[in-house]
């Protein structure tokens, strides 16, 4: 039988989480770990977790929370009895600023921003680094976007989401620094269509997944600490 892996993904009720718990289910070889805020009206997540012969989990999971995460990654230890995170993706994020600019933005808007796209990852990370250190891929990826890229130029507006991610990156690069022996990256799975990214975006969901988790399963120790996209290309930073 082929080697399973184990992957957790925040935020997996809707949107590209969804996607990711979707596809991963068509290899038998993954467990995934789909942890949403209310699982209990989760119905996509419980429908395939019915089909999925125990290879789905769904655990309750707010990233804003920390006894939420704290009793998650008990509970996972629990259930994963022994096994480790080989994957660890912090994928749940907010854009509440809409096109705010630095100018424009309102400091409470920016601070609960970060709430979730930075405090966020960042405690998940910690509260589960014990099981990603204990899995043999040891990888984390942070879900960020290129909007969040200075290097990519993507202008004035939208602000608030463009610093929180920004300084996801930074996370990421201080994570890759600190634990050498783990992987840590930046993803951004490019602008899709979920209700964050609209109808409008240049992208199905399934397209950006698809090209999200080929770059992921293709990562190399040495990527750590990198910025790529849904296509497997540097992102500068
Ligand atoms: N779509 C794009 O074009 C695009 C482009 C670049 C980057 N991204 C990034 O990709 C990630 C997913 O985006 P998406 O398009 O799938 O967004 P989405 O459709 O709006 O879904 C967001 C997901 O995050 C979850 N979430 C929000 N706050 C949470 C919290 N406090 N605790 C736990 N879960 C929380 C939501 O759960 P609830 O249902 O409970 O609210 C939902 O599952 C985000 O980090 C986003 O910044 C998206």
Redesign the pocket.
Known sequence: MAQAYVWLI?????????EMVKQLLQSPSNIVVA????PAKATELQGLAEKANGKLHLVI?????KESINKAAKEVAGFLGGKGIDYLIN?????LGGEDTAFSLDVDILTKTFV??VA?PAYVTQAFIGLVEKSEKKTVVN?????GSIGSDFGAIGAS?AIS?AALNMLTYKEAKEKPEITVISM?????Q????GPN?SHP?SVGVEGVLKTILSLKPENSGQFFNFQGQHVPW
């Open positions: 925040t935020g997996a009720n809707r949107g590209i989480g969804l942890a949403s805020r209310n999971l707010d990233v804003t929370d994928n749940a994020g907010v854009i979730t796209n966020g879900i960020s976007s290129t909007v989401y991610k951004c799975p490019g602008w899709l979920t209700d964050m990214g975006a969901v």
